[in-house]
């Protein structure tokens, strides 16, 4: 569905998958609130970065600023790369949030995903969660021993923070990587090899995802 969202460049076709996306939201029981606020920052920072085509596409001028027109076609582009971009991560969102990561993997292995990449993945995501305890517990040993910092003091403190958080961050990397190695690091995640039969209702899923994404592409070529 995900993938059918990057092909269609028709608002029309992205808000439509943006209601399938609320409705497996709700089939789910996934709060709207919890699964925006997990969605929220790629598209805008997307927006940010796409910005300034609303004035770099040609095309009937809407405003004139400064001597910089802003465009329908640009306008159109910016707010057609949003809508792709948020239904496209909300979709990918939804995944994360209704099911395991352990079981992700296991798909992915399933789905002949070089071992490799999984390993790089699942060892990433793991890694997340120490590296932001790190983080927050360099955070707090600096708020306690500090006082009324000016602005100059708390940079200079970040930039304490910053280097000793990379220092930390490449040795746990380190020592996970040998106890990769004495483990049997060249081998696939066994944890991750949980297989489990299809149902009619993956068979049913995968269907539609497929129509999805013939329909998506059908839609964009058509003349």
């Known amino acids: 569905l995900a993938l059918a969202v990057m092909i269609t460049r028709t608002a029309a076709v992205t808000l439509a998958f943006g209601v399938v996306t609320v409705v497996l939201a709700r089939t789910s029981a996934v709060p709207l609130r919890r699964l925006f606020a997990r969605s929220a920052a790629v598209p805008l920072v997307s927006a940010f970065v796409v910005l300034p085509q609303a004035a770099l596409i040609p095309g009937d001028a809407l405003i004139d600023v400064a001597g910089v027109a802003i465009t329908d076609a640009g306008v159109a582009y910016v707010v057609s790369f949003t809508l792709r971009v948020g239904v496209g991560v ?30 790089v993945i699942a060892v990433t995501y793991r890694s997340l969660f120490l590296f932001f305890d790190e983080l ?6 600096r708020n306690s021993r500090t006082t009324g910092r000016g602005l100059s003091g708390g940079w200079r403190d970040a930039r304490r923070i910053a280097g000793t958080f990379l220092l930390r961050t490449l040795d746990r990397g ?24 299809a149902d009619r209702y993956d068979y049913a899923l995968a269907l539609c995802s497929a129509a999805a994404v013939v329909t998506a592409g059908v839609i964009r070529w058509i003349p």
């Open 90 to 119: 909300a979709l990918l969102s939804l995944v994360v949030l209704t099911t395991p990561f352990s079981s992700v993997v296991a798909a992915m292995r399933e789905l002949r995903v070089p071992v490799a990449l999984v390993w």
């Open 136 to 141: 927050q517990r360099l955070v707090l040993a």
């Open 174 to 197: 380190e020592r996970v990587g040998r106890a990769m190695r004495a483990r049997g690091g060249a081998r696939p995640p066994s944890p991750y090899g949980r297989r489990q039969a």
